[in-house]
């Protein structure tokens, strides 16, 4: 599994409710994307915003980040380009559970 994070730019004068309702939005349309895992949506005081994701692989991640994607982000952001970085889960401390997972593929690679 992997981590991908987006980020951009926001369109200025975008307000927190406008953005928090688009998120929202772009929720209820991503959840029903049959590879994603989770995903997070976030935003700084500096007019930032974007997302964590959580998918099975880096391919996925790109078949749904695509050129059609890409314009979409564009069009909402006043032409900001996403920026979007790939990371490999190691291992997760879930502190609400009380347990320290190891990911699969990093044990795998490392016998």
Do not use: C
Request: aromatic content about 10%; glycine content about 8%.
């Amino acid at each position: 599994m992997i981590i991908e994070i987006v980020t951009f730019k926001n369109r200025p004068g975008l307000t927190r409710e406008e953005e928090y309702a688009g998120a929202l939005h772009a929720a209820h349309q991503w959840i029903k994307h049959p590879e994603l895992v989770a995903k997070h949506f976030f935003r700084d005081d500096e007019g930032t915003g974007g997302a964590v994701y959580f998918w099975p692989s880096k391919e996925a991640a790109q078949r749904a980040h695509n050129e059609e994607w890409r314009k979409s982000v564009l069009a909402r952001t006043g032409g900001n380009e996403p920026q979007i970085r790939y990371f490999e889960f190691l291992v997760t401390a879930d502190a609400s559970n009380g347990q320290v997972i190891e990911h699969e593929t990093v044990k795998q690679a490392a016998e």
